[in-house]
């Protein structure tokens, strides 16, 4: 048995071993041009195909530098998480610290300064920083409803994070992380604040 996998017509020309006696063509296509060249039958049986139900890709943006007090140990962290519950997702970091992180699920990005539609498209924005003093990106997110993973620094809730309503607070040691919950909490359910509205006007 011989598996016709080619148009054989655009070939111009199939060598057949004396041996085979049958020819399966995976589509009509090749059945038809086999038989013109050849004048053999082809049977024509498709390729099976066996799909998983496919997961929705969870798609994450951060926009800052890859250092130590910017959670280049935290973005480890999560991203391992992730891939240990087999979690898809792709990670966009815009940074000048291109490839600082080994991961083929974070991609980089050069920065830009405005990076709105990106943040909006976005399931979270994260920022794991040792500490922020106010955050942009961060604001930007909750403004256009877009919910954020970040580290338990005084001035997100200040700015109106909450957990496990617009986003995820995490601890710094990323010890108590459910990455599983995460996925969970909807960009519909981000509420954005009255102090982020008057941010935004």
Known sequence: IEIIHR???ALGKWNIHPKITKFI????????SFKEITGKDCE???????LEKPRKVLNLISATRITKEKGKDRIKKLAEL???????????IFTNDVDTIKNPNIVYMQPKLDILDYI???DYLVQLSDDESFCYSVVEALTVGTP???TDCP?????????????WICD???????????????KKTCTISQKLCNFAA
């Not at 063509?25 to 038809?32: E, F, N, R, T, Y």
């Not at 024509?44 to 066996?50: A, K």
């Not at 001035?155 to 986003?167: P, S």
Request: glycine share 4%.
């Open 7 to 9: 148009d054989v017509k």
């Open 25 to 32: 063509g995976v589509s009509q296509l090749c059945c038809d």
């Open 44 to 50: 024509l049986i498709y390729n099976p195909l066996c």
């Open 82 to 92: 992730l891939d240990k519950e087999r979690i898809p997702y792709l990670w966009t």
């Open 120 to 122: 909006a498209n976005a």
């Open 148 to 150: 954020v993973i970040v």
């Open 155 to 167: 001035v997100f809730k200040e700015l109106g994070v909450e957990n496990n309503k617009n986003g």
């Open 172 to 186: 710094f040691e990323m010890e108590h992380v459910d990455v599983n919950k995460i996925i969970h909490l909807l």
